[in-house]
């Protein structure tokens, strides 16, 4: 039995009719299109053939998969490992939980961390340390260079560094601890006033008060002047970011009732 897992509805829907060896039409969009045909081309997608009985897919969180521990012989993390919200450390004892002793985890694509913490962006020595220190055989790194997104219809493409690495798993390892905020974990507790949450409130508010001030009659311009008056935005810049609220604004009613 295999098990393919994926956050994203789109790949898990066309990833289904490929299996079905069904054809799936999608537009392409070059990043750099060479001519005006190839601003948007219709694809065909089509797999060689069904896909063997015992591949399922299933829609789940790789941080928190829906799987009882030990239950796999091979875990396969295609490019993913640098692009999944959470830190190797802890996706490493991740993969390790979901194997059976002496499994292995095949790890491949790029080390190109997206992480937001620049401190979980890691080097390859700091790859196989962190490999080994969760319960796995310390990993030899294969790099090879390869085509990416590389579209014939396209004037720009990029070549990546993939890296690929095979380990069997040697012992449990110790998913690192990640306690609640005591805000979370207790009610009663202060909601802590962070710097960025105290300067995304005040948009907020900024925000409410722009709404508050739609009353059928006022002008976009009323409106930047009274937040200029009310020494909430400079003069000149009240104009544009109040145009930008109200349409914001418009937008998310539009969507909420549907129209
Ligand atoms: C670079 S793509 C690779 C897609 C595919 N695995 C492949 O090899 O072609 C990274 C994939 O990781 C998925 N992903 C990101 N975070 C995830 C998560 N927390 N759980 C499961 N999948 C995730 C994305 O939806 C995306 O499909």
Redesign the pocket.
């Known amino acids: 039995m295999t098990v393919a897992?994926?956050?994203?509805p789109l790949?898990l829907a066309v990833a289904r009719r490929m299996y079905a060896a069904e054809r799936v039409d999608l537009y392409e969009f070059p990043v750099a299109p060479r001519d005006l045909a190839s601003h948007a081309l219709l694809r065909a997608l089509a797999a060689p053939a069904r896909a063997e009985p015992g591949l399922h897919l299933v829609f789940?969180?790789?941080?928190q998969?829906p799987f009882a521990p030990g239950s796999f012989d091979t875990v396969v993390?295609?490019?993913?490992v640098d692009?999944?919200?959470?830190d190797l450390e802890s996706l490493a004892a991740t993969v390790n939980s979901l194997l059976a002793p002496g499994g292995s985890w095949v790890c491949?694509?790029?080390l190109f961390f997206q992480q937001s913490d620049p401190a979980q962006a890691y080097s390859s020595e700091e790859v196989q340390e962190i490999v080994a220190g969760a319960g796995f055989e310390s990993p030899q790194l294969q790099a090879s260079r390869q085509p990416y997104l590389a579209s014939p219809a396209s004037r720009h493409a990029r070549v990546e560094e993939v890296v690929t690495f095979a380990v069997r798993k040697q012992g449990e390892a110790e998913l690192p601890l990640r306690p609640l905020p005591p805000w979370l974990a207790d009610p009663r507790h202060p909601v802590p006033l962070l710097p960025e949450v105290a300067d995304h409130a005040l948009a907020l508010r900024v925000r409410g008060y722009v709404a508050s001030l739609v009353d059928g009659r006022r002008s976009l311009s009323d409106i930047a002047a009274k937040l200029v008056e009310d020494r909430l935005l400079p003069p000149a810049e009240a104009t544009g970011i109040v145009r930008d609220y109200l349409l914001r604004l418009h937008d998310e009613a539009r969507l909420r009732t549907g129209i």
Not at 77 to 80: F, V
């Open positions: 897992v994926d956050i994203n790949l789940g969180d790789a941080k998969p993390t295609p490019w993913l692009v999944v919200d959470t491949t694509g790029t």
